[in-house]
């Protein structure tokens, strides 16, 4: 599993990072990013602790760390101001909190996201085919999500982004030790959502372009 959507207590999640790190190993995870919750108000020291936590860690073959953030309820207007401030600080993921039909979220977060440039549009629920033209061109993944509640709108998302040939990628939106999921149920969680098996193992190839991708840039700075 490579899983690009968790939370730890930075934000509303259980879990300190490095607890999260050790469960997700034994989860057989291969990957991890850890995007805690941010806004205005809290995306410096979020950001800040995340890149200290990761750079602490030292070298583990078995699982890969990102320090990285989800932008969250913002007004659209602010989205694109934020995703640059979040990278300038430092974060390796840009996540974007999207319009799931489960929370109150602003319409046109999911294209002001877009428009952006983040990394990830998280659950972005009845994403409009507008939007999933412009994910396709601006390689934005959109997100499928084993979470419960986000995963509702799954199918929706999974048949617009191949009608428009946008990517996608398959996270946890993990907040606690039991929504740490292997890959092995998480497939199910796509497949229900309509994927074929060679569309499944395209999520795990698309979640890993972006790690080494992401690590490639770790390596230039």
């Known amino acids: 599993m490579i899983d690009l959507h968790t939370h730890s207590l930075l934000s509303d999640?259980?879990?300190?990072?490095?607890?999260?790190?050790q469960r997700s190993k034994q989860r057989g995870y291969k990957a991890l990013a850890i995007t805690d919750h941010a806004d205005e108000s809290n995306l410096e020291q979020v950001v800040i602790a995340l890149r200290r936590f990761v750079r602490g860690l030292p070298a583990d073959p078995a699982i890969t760390v990102l320090a990285g953030v989800e932008l969250t309820h913002l007004y659209p207007e602010q989205i694109a101001r934020l995703v640059k401030k979040a990278r300038k600080l430092g974060a390796e993921l840009v996540v974007v909190h999207g319009e799931t039909i489960v929370e109150p979220v602003a319409p046109g977060t999911n294209l002001a996201g877009i428009q952006a440039?983040?990394?990830?549009?998280?659950?972005?629920?009845?994403?409009?085919?507008?939007?999933?033209?412009?994910?396709?061109k601006k390689a934005v993944l959109l997100e499928l999500t084993t979470r419960s509640g986000h995963s509702l709108a799954n199918g929706w998302v999974a048949k617009l982004a191949a009608r428009h040939g946008a990517s996608l990628v398959l996270n946890t939106d993990s907040h606690s030790p039991s929504d740490l999921t292997p890959w092995e149920e998480a497939k199910k969680i796509a497949?229900?959502?309509?994927?074929?098996?060679?569309?499944?193992d395209q999520l795990k190839k698309n979640a890993r372009s972006l790690v080494l991708d992401k690590l490639a840039e770790r390596k230039r700075r």
């Open 13 to 21: 999640g259980d879990l300190i990072p490095a607890e999260l790190v």
């Open 117 to 136: 440039g983040a990394d990830i549009i998280a659950h972005p629920g009845l994403i409009t085919p507008e939007a999933c033209a412009l994910a396709a």
């Open 191 to 200: 497949q229900a959502a309509g994927l074929s098996g060679p569309e499944i």
